[in-house]
């Protein structure tokens, strides 16, 4: 990693272009998540437990090929100085693969339709690992210092809550405006594989064609020759070189034995991610079975996310009034209040539910801009330590578990859904659901999410990388 030069400005065009890309990490992130399990469920006629499975096999993969991701993109910067090409490859491959998940031929109904989707869905995440896991790496070597890395965040953070609003609540919009059914999803697929590509290629756009520590003044990350590559590598036996899925998954495993923050964050991280999924998971369901229609998700997704856009600016302060960890769990104990406020829905849904929604978005604001900005601090710190760049790695790892909890989110929810009897349907018929299924949507909704929030607390408890030890100009006695 290159020197760092204090207080730099980053280019404007750098600070847009990541922002941006958030459009991409938005959509992939928020649109599945959202309504993958209820097109299986309520379209396809998947049953609810085979529909689980159809939801977490693509995670699986994500745990081997974004380790793998992650190390040949800090080999790609370590010979040519840019992480780039790979943002471009997910960035044009995404689209049309995206699109095919919600484009299951009529001739596949159940079991076949589920096969469709996972084969598809498996080869959208391969094309999203190729874009998210660089573009994660990318502040640790474009922000200089503690400070800088949640400025250059904020607009990301600000700019995905615009995406998730966008695609949470147009995506079905889309959909219905399109008729519903399976061609009201194949619309949708196609006109959000569209816009996610294009904010995948605005950070490909506005990426530093070197690697740089901060702004123009900066010397680029030095290009060294494979053989040099391995040199380095040779003097962190924990981390081979990566030159195959095995390697990379060693060297992803290295780090999270060799970095106890590392392994406290993303612990937080994954936590937290899980919480959401369940949460968007269920927002459908609670649509259509607890508030009576189905339509309702788009004020649901209003409603958890444009607070988050009204007070970004307030979040960022109190990053640096208190610190990126305290704030952290600031947000964290909130967001928890407010989904167990949810849980009276079951027997008196009403419009009031909006309003712990609303609280959990104020919330869900800082646990999506915090997190994200320690993670460079752990990169940094990693580096000055070791003497050898693993962004890369550390991001592969992240996206990894940061996918795989969104995912397992909506997983955990079908699974309680399978559990408390409900039941599955076809077309535009709307099932009658049981009582106890009913129960377990709203639980889904509310004291799932509350519950594993909670216990991300307490891996957040182990994070020690304040301002002091992330920008210490020598190696802290103790980083954990």
Known sequence: MGPRVSGAPIPRRTVVGYALGSVGTGGFGTLPGLVLAYYLTDTLGVAAGLASLAVTLPKVWDVVIDPFVGARSDASAARRGSRRPFLLAGALMLPPLFAAVFAAPAALQEAAAAVWVVVTFVAAATAFSLFQVPYIALPAEIAPDYASRTRLLAPR?????????????????????????????????VVSGLVIGLGMLAAWWGAPRRAVAAGTH?????????ADEAALLDGLPAAPMPGRRGDALRAGLAALRELPPFRALLATFVLQALATGAMLGSAQYVATYTLGDEAAVTYLFVALVAPALLVMPLATRLAHRIGKRRALVGSSAL???????????????GPWVYGPVALAGVAYAGMQLYPLAMLPDVAVVDAREHGVDRAGVLGGVWTAGETAGLALGPTLVLAL???????????????????????????????????LVGLSLLPLSRYRL?????DAPE???ATS
Request: hydrophobic fraction near 60%; include cysteine; charge should be negative.
């Open 157 to 189: 953070i600000a700019v995905l809550a615009v995406a998730i609003l966008a695609f949470g609540a147009g995506g079905p919009l889309v959909r219905d405006a399109a008729g519903g059914g399976r061609t009201g999803y194949a619309v949708m697929g």
């Open 218 to 226: 900066a010397a680029p990350v030095a290009v060294v020759s494979r």
């Open 335 to 349: 967001f928890a209040c407010a989904a167990l406020a949810l849980l009276p829905a079951r027997e008196a849904a």
């Open 417 to 451: 859904l399978a559990l408390t009897g409900f039941v599955s349907s076809t077309g535009d018929a709307t099932a009658a659901q049981p009582d106890s299924a009913l129960t377990g949507i709203v639980v889904a909704f509310s004291l799932l999410p509350a519950v």
């Open 466 to 470: 304040d301002a002091d030890v992330v």
């Open 475 to 477: 190696p802290p006695e």
